[in-house]
């Protein structure tokens, strides 16, 4: 019999780098009621205070660890379904109304572990820390998704394959002339080509060396106080010119990832309004389609026994570079 060496992602990288800022959902998804979701391996509870403003905790009540999404929300507290105990907006226990004295001695000692939130470009952003008194940098998100130059769409989805996956399909531009070779968007340009990666000061390029403006032919890693990839893809028509796509991907758990591509057009006037109905009668799902395509192959490398038997060439360059990147990442976020 064959036995199969279990090949793992790195320990400190496969839930998530820490540290950092990540989308977690929508903005609309989060109302006034509480919202469970599960990122980066952990359950957070989300909700709005009286003043909008999103807060996120544990989602894990500190009396005998209910989930606090199927609580309620009340002026300002969120209050456990099961036996009543109350948070306020900072994740301090208010209330334990089953017992006067555990009100009195236990309730000011208890608090949620907390998450900054802030909501940007339409999706909820929330700081994954090590170190929970450590102070938040500042959210940086990509210029186009605030610049009113552009306009845009989120898509979202969430894929079964870890986030280093959906990261290495970012990385490696030679894929979208044979995977998505039948696409309107995709199918143009060489089918060989070399590889060049270039530093920059905070991420890396990844080139295509003998083509630009024609297919997937480039992309750009960001990685300071949040992680993303810009790239362009040349529409033919609808009206003709670039679409810009920022991408994130937040994992869920080491399995699964939540993931962003958010289009963006710099157009005006007519151009623009044509594209947003474009978009929303036509391109919207062609666009589907090609990512359809990218889920259905992530989903089929395994994770990461993809890596056990693989063979790279020099048109991985870009995968290979953002491993080293993402490990460098990891060794000078973690404590010596
Ligand atoms: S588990 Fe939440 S109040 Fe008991
Ligand atoms: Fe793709």
């Given at each position: 019999?064959?036995?199969?060496?279990q090949t793992e992602f790195e320990a400190e990288l496969k839930l998530g780098l820490r540290n950092l800022w990540y989308p977690v959902c929508r903005s609309a998804r989060v109302?006034?009621?509480?919202?469970?979701?599960?990122?980066?391996?952990?359950?957070?509870?989300?909700?709005?205070?009286?003043?909008?403003?999103?807060?996120?905790?544990?989602?894990?009540?500190?009396?005998?660890?209910?989930?606090?999404?199927?609580?309620?929300?009340?002026?300002?507290?969120?209050?456990?379904?099961?036996?009543?105990?109350?948070?306020?907006?900072?994740?301090?226990?208010?209330?334990?109304?089953?017992?006067?004295?555990?009100?009195?001695?236990?309730?000011?000692?208890?608090?949620?572990?907390?998450?900054?939130?802030?909501?940007?470009?339409?999706?909820?952003?929330?700081?994954?820390?090590?170190?929970?008194?450590?102070?938040?940098?500042?959210?940086?998100?990509?210029?186009?998704?605030?610049?009113?130059?552009?306009?845009?769409?989120?898509?979202?989805?969430?894929?079964?394959?870890?986030?280093?996956?959906?990261?290495?399909?970012?990385?490696?531009?030679?894929?979208?002339?044979?995977?998505?070779?039948?696409?309107?968007?995709?199918?143009?340009?060489?089918?060989?080509?070399?590889?060049?990666?270039?530093?920059?000061?905070?991420?890396?390029?990844?080139?295509?060396?003998?083509?630009?403006?024609?297919?997937?032919?480039?992309?750009?890693?960001?990685?300071?106080?949040?992680?993303?990839?810009?790239?362009?893809?040349?529409?033919?028509?609808?009206?003709?010119?670039?679409?810009?796509?920022?991408?994130?991907?937040?994992?869920?758990?080491?399995?699964?990832?939540?993931?962003?591509?958010?289009?963006?057009?710099?157009?005006?006037?007519?151009?623009?309004?044509?594209?947003?109905?474009?978009?929303?009668?036509?391109?919207?799902?062609?666009?589907?389609?090609?990512?359809?395509?990218?889920?259905?192959?992530?989903?089929?490398?395994?994770?990461?026994?993809?890596?056990?038997?693989?063979?790279?060439?020099?048109?991985?360059?870009?995968?290979?570079?953002?491993?080293?990147?993402?490990?460098?990442?990891?060794?000078?976020?973690?404590?010596?």
């Amino acid at each position: 019999m064959r036995v199969e060496k279990q090949t793992e992602f790195e320990a400190e990288l496969k839930l998530g780098l820490r540290n950092l800022w990540y989308p977690v959902c929508r903005s609309a998804r989060v109302k006034q009621e509480p919202v469970g979701l599960h990122r980066l391996g952990m359950d957070i509870v989300l909700w709005r205070d009286s003043h909008g403003k999103i807060c996120a905790h544990d989602d894990r009540c500190l009396h005998r660890g209910a989930k606090l999404s199927v609580g309620r929300v009340m002026n300002d507290i969120l209050r456990c379904a099961y036996h009543g105990w109350c948070y306020d907006t900072a994740g301090q226990c208010t209330t334990i109304p089953t017992s006067k004295t555990a009100q009195a001695k236990l309730a000011p000692r208890l608090r949620l572990r907390h998450f900054e939130t802030q909501e940007r470009a339409g999706l909820v952003w929330a700081y994954f820390s090590d170190d929970e008194d450590a102070p938040t940098p500042p959210l940086v998100i990509p210029e186009e998704l605030e610049d009113p130059a552009y306009s845009g769409f989120i898509c979202e989805n969430e894929w079964k394959a870890n986030w280093i996956l959906i990261l290495e399909n970012l990385a490696d531009p030679m894929h979208g002339p044979f995977l998505h070779g039948q696409s309107l968007t995709l199918s143009r340009g060489a089918l060989e080509d070399d590889m060049r990666t270039t530093r920059t000061a905070d991420g890396f390029l990844v080139e295509r060396a003998g083509q630009r403006g024609v297919n997937f032919d480039w992309s750009e890693f960001y990685c300071r106080e949040s992680l993303w990839v810009r790239l362009d893809i040349p529409l033919p028509f609808g009206p003709k010119g670039i679409l810009r796509i920022l991408c994130f991907a937040t994992p869920i758990d080491e399995n699964e990832t939540l993931v962003y591509f958010l289009r963006y057009r710099n157009l005006r006037g007519w151009k623009r309004a044509y594209w947003r109905f474009l978009y929303r009668t036509f391109w919207e799902k062609q666009h589907f389609k090609v990512i359809e395509q990218d889920r259905i192959i992530l989903e089929s490398q395994r994770g990461a026994q993809s890596r056990m038997a693989e063979h790279l060439a020099n048109s991985d360059r870009g995968v290979t570079e953002l491993r080293k990147f993402l490990r460098e990442k990891a060794a000078c976020r973690t404590p010596h």
